[in-house]
Structure formats: C-alpha cells, structure tokens
C-alpha cells in the first residue's frame, strides 16, 4: 500500500477510535443540563445551543445565541446552593459539590467549543442565524449576488429564504471535502466553481460579491480582492470574517480598504458573535 494512504488510513483510524471512546457533544450537554438542572444560568446557556443543533439538523438556519460563558459567580451560587441544602460537613454535600466542581471545567470547556462542533458537524465556519440572514437581504435590496467560498450554502440558503426571486450564484471550489464537512451537507444548490472562475463567469452579472470565512492560510483572499479591483470595479465586495484573526490572510487584510456605513452597521449588529471570536461584516475596496 501506498506510504501517503496508509497513513492516512491510520490517522481515519484513530479519529474513528477516539471518536468512540467519547460522548458526543450534544449527548455531554444533555448530561450536563440534567447535572445542572437547578440552575438556570447554566440551562439557559446549554438550552440555547440544543435549540440552534435542532433548527440545522432540520435544515434551518438557527438563532442567535448569547455568549457561551459560564457567570463568573456559577461556583459562588452553587456552593451557596449546596450549603442551603445541606449542612456543613455533611458527606452529602461534599460529594455534591465535588461532583459539581468536577464538571464545571468539563462544561466550560464544551459551551467554549461550540463552533468546533459546527465546524465539524455542519460545516458551518460563520454562524449565519436568521435575522442575520434576513438583515443581509434587506441590504442587498434584490440586487443579483455571487457568493464564492460558499462551503456549503448557509449565506445563500438564507437569503433565497428571504427573497426566493433574487438571482443568487451560489459557488464553491469543493476542495476541502476530503478535509472537513465543508461541501458535504449542502442546503442550497452549489455550483462547483473556485473563487477566481466564478467571478470571471458571474462577475458581470452580478452587484455584489459575497465571501464569508476565506482560510487564513491561503491567500486566494487577496488574489480575488485584486481581481476585483482590476477587472470589476464595480461590484460591490462584502467580506465576513474576523480581521487580523481567524479568517482571512495576512496578505488581505493589509491591503483590504475596509468600511461599514450605517446600514451596513445594522446588518453587522445581527451577527452576535457567542464566543471569543469577532466576526463582521465589511464593504471592501
């Protein structure tokens, strides 16, 4: 057997035995709802994530969601919480509390990796919720759109959901399928195009270009800013990502001429980004 493929067989193989070997992330978080069911800061939070896996295994785009961050008080309320319950140096109330403080790292740690779970669930790298969806279709007013780097259709899906008669190119290279679950679960019709061909095919039929979430490795980033720029001048480029963050290139972002009007601000104000990472939208020139 080929050395590259048997490497890569073994490496399937592990992720396959590990995966195994640990609960799935919504089975730990119904664990820890039912370990946490007298408290409702802790509820709230793991509730809003079982809602938002619900609507996407139905094929709908979710809501927004708080911040996935414990209280910084959660110790304080449940030790206070043990105490009214039971009596100082009671074993119950000790293996109580030891049982609670066991868990809380365990469910920061899971609430802080959500987005790895869209990502490797879904596919899903922005999180496009539904008034976002619907913020971002009343900006682009009906105009024809291309979206490259669609993954698997999140922008588009909710924008033909807000506006079924607007004419929306829809493409995606495909090249990350054998790496992740980009590609895989398509909710919207994706043609295979990388990001250079579709403008070249699309550019002059279309009023904005939309790319969300573009590898922070690669620089086809700033290749299609420069097209753009050269050959298109006038579409409009909406970019979604996280500047000088987790998105994007270095490359980009230095020569990225970025704005945000005042509509654009309100369509951005819908993003609610729920963990550490700030995502945005811009009108890049």
């Known amino acids: ?13 592990k992720k396959v035995h590990r ?5 799935p992330y919504i089975k730990r978080l119904l664990h820890y709802r039912d ?20 609507l996407l295994k139905n094929g709908l785009l979710p809501q927004p969601l708080p911040r996935l961050l ?22 119950r109330g000790d293996a109580l509390w030891n ?7 365990e469910l920061d740690r899971a609430l802080r990796n959500f987005r790895d779970y869209l990502e490797d669930t879904y596919g899903m790298w922005s999180y496009v919720n539904a008034p976002f969806a619907k913020a971002l279709s009343g900006y682009l007013n009906g105009a024809p759109v291309l979206e490259i780097m669609a993954g698997n259709g999140y922008i588009s899906k909710g924008l033909r959901n807000n506006n079924p008669t607007q004419k929306i190119y829809t493409t995606d290279s495909q090249a990350w399928i054998r790496e992740n679950e980009t590609g895989k679960h ?25 790319m969300s979430w ?17 050959d298109y001048p006038d579409v409009k480029f909406l ?14 972002w230095q020569n990225a001429q970025l704005s945000q009007d005042d509509d654009l601000q309100r369509v951005n104000q819908q993003l609610h980004s729920f963990d550490l990472i700030d995502e945005q939208i811009y009108l890049v020139k």
């Open 19 to 23: 995966a195994a070997q640990q609960a």
């Open 214 to 230: 573009a590898p922070d490795k690669q620089e086809t980033d700033w290749e299609v800013l420069q097209l753009l720029r050269q």
């Open 186 to 210: 398509p909710v919207t019709q994706i043609e295979r195009l990388d990001a250079l061909a579709a403008i070249k095919k699309y550019g002059h039929d279309v009023q904005y270009v939309i």
């Open 35 to 54: 370990l946490f069911d007298d408290f409702p800061p802790i509820k709230y939070l793991i509730n809003n994530i079982l809602e938002s896996d619900r």
């Open 1 to 13: 057997m080929n050395p590259k493929k048997l490497k890569q067989l073994k490496k399937r193989a």
């Open 70 to 91: 414990l209280p910084d008080d959660i110790q304080d309320t449940i030790f206070q919480a043990v105490n009214r319950q039971y009596a100082q140096g009671d074993p």
């Open 99 to 105: 049982k609670y403080s066991a868990a809380l790292p």
């Open 239 to 252: 970019v979604i990502g996280e500047k000088d963050g987790a998105t994007d290139s270095k490359q980009f």
